[in-house]
């Protein structure tokens, strides 16, 4: 949503924003939940015990459609392997390895040249996400694909857990759904048409939470999806007020790594299950967390490698119609080497450890945590890369690495969406030709340089404006 949509829906009314919601919701059910969702379903739980050999056939034959239609219909790769053709290579595309390394910025540059020439991207639904980098990318799915993928998502999540299809939800993401100075609830909207109570993560301050707390026990809400950090927050708050009556059936965490801290506390506060879920807007790899701790590949997404330095590398094999193929996400991990049969009885493939970035969770002056501020980029295709800093409570550099077009006017939204976010600080926007990197070459999106007292002073602040207007 750009600032101009966005500044209106602010201007509505609650009641008005949640009717949006749910229209909005809506259009997105009717694209992810096809005739064909129970017999995928079916499948998927078919698969979860299928044989290591059984996997192999598939993917190898999955993985030779996929590169077949990369290399003869898709712009960007078909262009590839004719240059290497005429200067006389004649390396086979029917073999993974001679691929190379996709980065994000030939994506962001060209997302059309990665989209095949036999598809209608009217006919697809467009999503456009900043992604973990700050790089703004233009993706497409088809609806086949999209139910698809919602289909092995519901079952390997909450179908898992024997959590009901009509359950109440709540989900704690990046969205802007209510303005960041408002200071009376509702700080969330309830979407009707997907039973899900979409909460914002911009408004934690420990003196908001009890409302949030409140808002889960009203809406009956059964389990909880998003931030591992905006989670936290809650379940904090929750064992400190001594509240029992917030029983889930789950919590399912994702976009960050989630903490042996985080899980204890999530688990205490909200007396049930944590599962930490693996997955990108590129839909390149995903995984779930079973019952026995154990995270599973989804291997119908993508084909996972890794690089020596355990940087991961996916090959997408679900979205054919936009394939990524060895494409570098940015996280990293271990695959577990050889596997063991899981206590659960499932057979997928599985990932040992998800270590995710090394990115930090900011502090806004009046105590609250913020774990994302990559919306704030959504739909500017005029920049290539920008790192966020805060460095200092009032004071937020973002670094800005712009592509043609990029203009004072991209400036001055990035100023606005920021303090929509963390409230009354100051911005800086600062265009550079190239983000500085870390030593292991990686780009940190976002970086805290606050010290642990200035961190604690906040809070303490916060935790008194919550005494005083408990009292």
């Known amino acids: 949503m750009n600032a101009h949509l966005l500044s209106l829906y602010h201007a509505l009314p609650a009641t008005a924003r949640t009717l949006t919601a749910s229209l909005c919701g809506w259009y997105l059910k009717a694209w992810r939940s096809g005739a064909a969702r129970a017999r995928l379903a079916e499948e998927t739980l078919e698969r979860d015990r299928w044989s290591a050999s059984q996997w192999q056939s598939w993917r190898e034959e999955r993985l030779a459609f996929v590169l077949h239609r990369a290399a003869t219909t898709v712009p960007y790769y078909r262009q590839y392997w ?92 990046g969205r802007l759904v209510t303005p960041v100075p408002q200071r009376r ?29 409140d808002a889960l026990a009203w809406y009956r809400v059964a389990y909880i999806s998003g931030y591992p950090s905006a989670i936290q927050a809650l379940a904090r708050e929750a064992i400190r007020l001594g509240r029992r009556d917030l029983r889930l059936l789950a919590v399912y965490t994702n976009a960050e790594a989630l903490s042996p801290e985080q899980r204890q506390a999530m688990a205490a506060a909200f007396q049930c299950p944590v599962r930490q879920t693996y997955g990108m807007a590129e839909s390149v ?44 996400v940015g996280d990293r991990g271990r695959l577990v080497a050889n596997p063991t049969p899981c206590s659960c009885g499932r057979t997928l493939p599985a990932l040992e450890t998800i ?48 592509a043609p077009g990029f203009s004072d006017a991209h400036e001055r939204s990035i100023a606005v969406n920021v303090r929509e976010r963390m409230g009354e600080v100051r911005v800086l926007v600062e265009r550079v030709d190239v983000l500085p990197r870390s030593a292991n070459g990686k780009l940190r999106a976002v970086l805290c340089q606050l010290t642990a007292a200035q961190r604690q002073d906040a809070l303490a602040r916060s935790m008194s404006a919550a005494v005083a207007h408990a009292n």
Not at 133 to 153: C, D
Not at 192 to 213: K, T
Not at 359 to 380: H, K, N, Q
Request: glycine residues 8%; proline residues 8%.
């Open 82 to 173: 004719a240059a290497r053709r005429r200067h006389g290579d004649q390396a086979s595309w029917e073999l993974l390895e001679n691929w190379p390394l996709l980065e994000k910025e030939p994506l962001r540059v060209n997302p059309r040249g990665f989209l095949a020439e036999d598809c209608d991207p009217r006919r697809m639904l467009p999503e456009q996400t900043s992604g973990t980098t700050g790089t703004p990318l233009q993706l497409w799915r088809s609806r086949a694909t999209l139910t698809t993928l919602y289909a092995i998502a519901t079952t390997r999540t909450r179908g898992w857990d024997g959590v009901p299809q009509n359950a109440r939800w709540a989900r704690l993401g």
């Open 285 to 328: 790899a995903a995984a779930s967390e079973c019952a026995a701790g154990r995270l599973h590949q989804w291997p119908e997404i993508g084909h996972i490698e890794r690089l020596p330095d355990g940087e991961l590398m996916c090959t997408g094999l679900l979205n054919a119609d936009m394939p990524l193929i060895r494409y570098r």
């Open 185 to 213: 609830p509702p700080f969330w909207v309830w979407n009707a048409a997907m039973r899900q109570l979409y909460m914002s993560s911009y408004h934690l301050a420990p003196d908001l939470i009890p409302h949030y707390l």
């Open 355 to 402: 270590e995710g970035r090394s990115d930090e969770v900011l502090v806004t002056a009046d105590g609250r945590t913020i774990g994302s501020l990559d919306p704030i980029f959504d739909g500017m295709e005029a920049i290539r890369e920008a790192q966020i800093i805060q460095e200092q409570l009032d004071l937020v550099r973002v670094r800005v690495a712009p």
